[in-house]
Every structure is written in C-alpha cells, then in structure tokens.
C-alpha cells in the first residue's frame, strides 16, 4: 500500500506540472493575440 502512495505521489507532479504550464501558455498565447489586434506589444 505505501509503495502505491509513493508512486502516485511521483506521478502527480508532472501531471501538475504539464497543467500549469497549459494554463500559462493559453495566457501568454491570448495576450499575444489581444497585443497585435490593438497594435501593441506585450512587453
């Protein structure tokens, strides 16, 4: 049973990690996107 928490523990984590970084890109990609129908940049 522990080896069953462990294992899923370590798999959680690039799960989690693959979500937020979706998140983050879907961001950054609708910010570029606002950015040049409004003539501006994002940074």
Known sequence: M???I???YILVWPLLT???LAV???GVIRDY???KEGGTTVV
């Open 2 to 4: 522990e080896t069953l």
């Open 6 to 8: 462990v294992t899923a």
């Open 18 to 20: 693959a979500v937020v």
């Open 24 to 26: 983050l890109t879907r």
């Open 33 to 35: 996107g606002k950015a």
